[in-house]
């Protein structure tokens, strides 16, 4: 095996049976028909699992809306490119010539659907409890130094580093109604992203917390579209 593979095998912390299915995993589909996608669909569910078992385990106080943010984060796009880069996964893949030209092993797509693919072969090769540990060890610091708090506190800045990252327009607010007295006001206020035809509406009692709220479950619709197929995926 290629000795970069048998270095790839000491980061993540497993080691391959069936030598095969790590080669399929780092095999886009430029290069030939053995290619990772269905490793890829199989990866993206067990991610999924792996990191609401971690959540579940590490915020026992916390609600299911909170678990379900905190893992839309760690899960889109953006969290698993640094992962493979950190891995050096940009360094295994397998891209036909063309790809490879064009940038392709340092394309966020590419690399977060590669390490989805890792994950999946992981767990066919080693079953759930070795893909989980690779999870653990991908997430599991991220996981055990940050409070909840934090990854909910600013959904206007996320958003707009959300939609920088994908060379998209920052977003638009703008109040839709106030209702109450003028000392006990609520705000309605919309938070649209015109590149992609969305609109979501918060509410507050001041138009700075409306435009949070609405900030935050635009994230919520786009994180949920972010996927495999998805056309909001890059």
């Known amino acids: 095996m290629d000795h970069r593979f048998e270095a790839l095998q000491q980061r993540i912390g497993h080691r391959f049976a069936d030598s095969a299915l790590l080669t399929r995993a780092l095999t886009h589909r430029s290069f030939g028909a053995d290619h990772n996608e269905r490793l890829e669909f199989l990866g993206d569910a067990v991610l999924s699992l792996a990191v609401s078992s971690l959540l579940f385990e590490h915020f026992a106080g916390s609600d299911e809306g909170d678990l379900t943010r905190v ?6 796009e953006d969290s698993l490119h640094r992962m493979a880069v950190q891995l050096g996964l940009p360094d295994v893949l397998r891209l036909s010539e063309g790809e490879a030209r064009g940038g392709g092993a340092q394309r966020p797509s590419i690399l977060a659907d590669a390490l989805e693919a890792l994950i999946g072969a992981t767990f066919l090769d080693g079953g759930f409890n070795a893909s989980r540990a690779l999870v653990q060890r991908l997430f599991g610091e991220v996981i055990a130094t940050t409070d909840m708090g934090s990854w909910s506190k600013d959904a206007k800045t996320e958003l707009q580093e959300w939609l920088q990252a994908r060379r998209l327009a920052v977003p638009a607010y703008s109040i839709r109604a106030t209702r109450g007295q003028a000392h ?7 938070c649209s992203v015109p590149a992609l035809g969305l609109v979501e509406s918060g509410e507050g009692r001041s138009r700075r917390v409306a435009e949070q709220e609405a900030a935050r479950r635009m994230l919520d619709a786009l994180n949920a579209s972010d996927k495999p197929g998805s056309p909001l995926r890059s």
Do not use: I
Request: charged content about 30%; overall charge neutral; aromatic content about 8%.
């Open 71 to 76: 893992r839309a984060h760690l899960v889109r």
């Open 184 to 190: 006990a006001q609520t705000f309605e206020v919309d």
